[in-house]
């Protein structure tokens, strides 16, 4: 059984960082995308980040470029997201999902096949 578990999540004062981890057991993704998403209230889910299978490429949805930066580790099946310089409108669920088909990075919502349960991320101003 898949499971993604996302950490790192918490209250932070604006312009402050916090990382945020997804651990994915079950099975192997190091030939598949790993991204995060973020859901803040009222509002749909939204691409953050994603990253290729290898690491070598990385997207950023435009609102969190220079601030955020993705990476993995093939090696504990685990995706990172840090997050510098946060700002009030960063608040939301962040979400971690692995894409459902190999050797690509996608940057929609319908392409990633399992989800993590999401950690809460507020930013207070």
């Known amino acids: 059984q898949v499971q993604l578990v996302e950490s790192g999540g918490g209250l932070v004062q604006a312009g402050g960082s916090l990382t945020l981890s997804c651990a994915a057991s079950g099975r192997t993704f190091s030939t598949y995308a790993m991204g995060w998403f973020r859901q803040a209230p009222g509002k749909e889910r939204t691409f953050v980040a994603t990253?290729?299978?290898?690491?070598?490429?990385?997207y950023y949805t435009d609102s969190v470029k220079g601030r955020f930066t993705i990476s993995r580790d093939n090696a504990k099946n685990t995706v990172y997201l840090r997050m510098n310089s946060l700002k009030p409108e960063d608040t939301a669920v962040y979400y971690c999902a692995v894409d459902s088909t190999p050797l690509r990075a996608p940057t929609s919502r319908a392409d990633y096949g399992y989800w993590g349960q999401g950690t809460q991320v507020t930013v207070s101003s």
């Open positions: 990253i290729t299978w290898n690491g070598r490429s990385t």
